[in-house]
Nanobody, 115 residues
Framework: QVQLVESGGGLVQPGGSLRLSCAAS????????MYWYRQAPGKQRELVAS???????NYADPVKGRFTISRDNAQNTVYLQMNSLKPEDTAVYSC?????????WGQGTQVTVSS
């Protein structure tokens, strides 16, 4: 069993930056594939970024070049560094941990980009 707790969301002006954290409890964090998703009001949840056990990373097209996902297995934490934020990045951001047969979600953290 894994519990995930996100933090770092908030209100930021366009062009600003935020760093989200997702802290995991439980064992064997390093075996999980980790994902960041977001869901804006009235829209479907979308995948933002992912990082594998081997630290291979992928990004959705809208965030490429602006967002960076990273993981620290010693701290059982995955991060999402978000730069050059735009109003369309406004959403609830959630992290997801997966390994074969199991998927765990955090409660989400609100990111609002507005002047």
């Amino acid at each position: 069993q894994v519990q995930l707790v996100e933090s770092g969301g908030g209100l930021v002006q366009p062009g600003g930056s935020l760093r989200l954290s997702c802290a995991a409890s439980g064992s064997f964090f390093s075996i999980y594939f980790m994902y960041w998703y977001r869901q804006a009001p009235g829209k479907q949840r979308e995948l933002v970024a992912s990082v594998t056990r081997e630290f291979s990373k992928n990004y959705a097209d809208p965030v490429k070049g602006r967002f960076t996902i990273s993981r620290d297995n010693a701290q059982n934490t995955v991060y999402l560094q978000m730069n050059s934020l735009k109003p369309e990045d406004t959403a609830v951001y959630s992290c997801n941990a997966r390994e074969i047969g199991n998927s765990y979600w955090g409660q989400g953290t609100q990111v609002t980009v507005s002047s």
